[in-house]
């Protein structure tokens, strides 16, 4: 597939609208933008000047159009697993958000879907294209901090504002809505976590059923250890803070920041350097560009794409063990089979 050939559909505007600009950027057509809400399909329509006849409130108008070949699902948790369903069978290549899904029926159920299908899918785990976690990353595999031997993450974003309708679902808790962000990080410099231990409070979101803070330590392959911290209520600024410790060196990063920190060793091997260099990062902490993008580029080259169905189940199916550790008090080894 040529660049040229790409011809997407955007469903769900609200975070959606960061995708279009996305697609509109990267030089692809965009035939159709959809949103059950009119007032925002007008709201984003106008903004990016979206001709009348290329805007939906109804998606399967978008499943039914034949010149649609790539779909991006931003619509509320709940509907991946349908929507993916139906796009799928119906021909297109799909990105959906994150997370995956909600529940392990809804996370086995996507696994089949795009295994019976020959079209591409891929998650939106967008910390992949977040420039200091992208450095962290090349950093850790380039050996500059030794062997591995502690991660941790948090998601700490304040949800008060937007706590209402699908957010409210007892399964949408904050570990698999947000707090995906930071396991899916781990799971990215750490592996899959063998087993994770958790405690969870609730103190600041009274319209939620269900913590709005929980903390939780991971076992992770090749004994390394880590922690997750998630506050979805939490009264400060939106923030990732991510560290990661190895036998020869630290990294300090996180999402909001224009600088990271690389703690390194002196020639002995032993005996850390007084000052950490201080690496100059762009901020872009939602980097639909670069998501899509590298979407994009699977599609023309027709190659894997940077993170499957399987690869968004394992980080749900890790937050469920978080939450299901932080209910009954007891370590959980996460579920990997779908
Ligand atoms: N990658 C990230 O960092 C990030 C950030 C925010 C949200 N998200 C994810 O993006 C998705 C959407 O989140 P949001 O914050 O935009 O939610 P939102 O509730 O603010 O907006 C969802 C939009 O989808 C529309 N919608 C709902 N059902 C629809 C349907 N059947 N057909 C068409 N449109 C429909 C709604 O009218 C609304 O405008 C969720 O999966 C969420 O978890 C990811």
């Known amino acids: 597939m040529k660049r040229e050939d790409i011809v997407v559909g955007i469903i769900g505007l609200v975070m959606g609208r960061h995708h279009l600009e996305s697609a509109l950027k990267c030089g692809v057509n965009v035939a159709a933008i959809c949103d059950i809400d009119e007032a925002q399909l007008k709201k984003i329509g106008d903004e990016f000047g979206v001709p009348e006849e290329k805007r939906f409130t109804d998606y399967h108008d978008l499943l039914n159009n034949p010149e ?9 948790d ?6 993916t369903e139906e796009f799928l069978a119906a021909g297109k290549h799909v990105l959906c958000e994150k997370p995956l899904a909600l529940t392990r029926e809804e996370l086995k159920g996507i696994i ?13 785990q967008i910390c992949h294209f977040t420039p200091a976690f992208i450095k962290a990353k090349e950093l850790l595999d380039s050996g500059a901090i030794g062997e591995l031997y502690y991660v941790e993450s948090e998601y700490a974003h304040d949800y008060h504002w937007i706590m209402h309708g699908w957010r409210r679902d007892p399964n949408r808790h904050g570990v698999v809505g947000g707090g995906c962000h930071a396991v899916d990080l781990l799971r990215w410099f750490a592996g899959d976590p063998e087993e994770v231990f958790a405690y ?3 103190k600041l979101l009274p319209m939620a059923d269900y913590n709005d803070a929980t903390i939780a330590v991971l076992k992770f392959p090749n004994k390394v250890i880590g922690k997750v911290f998630v506050s979805t209520g939490c009264k400060r600024n939106y923030t990732m803070r991510t560290l990661l410790y190895g036998t020869k060196g630290t990294i300090i990063c996180d999402n909001k920041s224009d600088t990271m920190e690389l703690y390194t060793v002196e020639e002995d091997g032993i005996t850390v350097k007084k000052e950490p260099e201080i690496i100059p990062i762009e901020i872009n902490h939602h980097n639909t560009g670069g998501e899509f993008e590298v979407f994009a580029e699977s599609l023309i080259n027709d190659t894997p794409v940077e993170m499957d169905a399987r690869q968004g189940a394992k980080t ?23």
């Open 316 to 338: 749900v199916a890790a937050c469920l063990a978080i939450v299901e550790s932080s209910m009954t008090g007891v370590p959980v080894k996460p579920d990997y089979e779908f």
């Open 200 to 202: 969870g409070t609730h």
């Open 112 to 124: 089949r879907a795009t295994d019976a299908s020959d079209k591409k899918f891929m998650v939106g």
């Open 78 to 83: 709940q509907l991946h697993l349908t929507m």
């Open 68 to 76: 649609i070949n790539v779909v991006l699902l931003v619509v509320p």
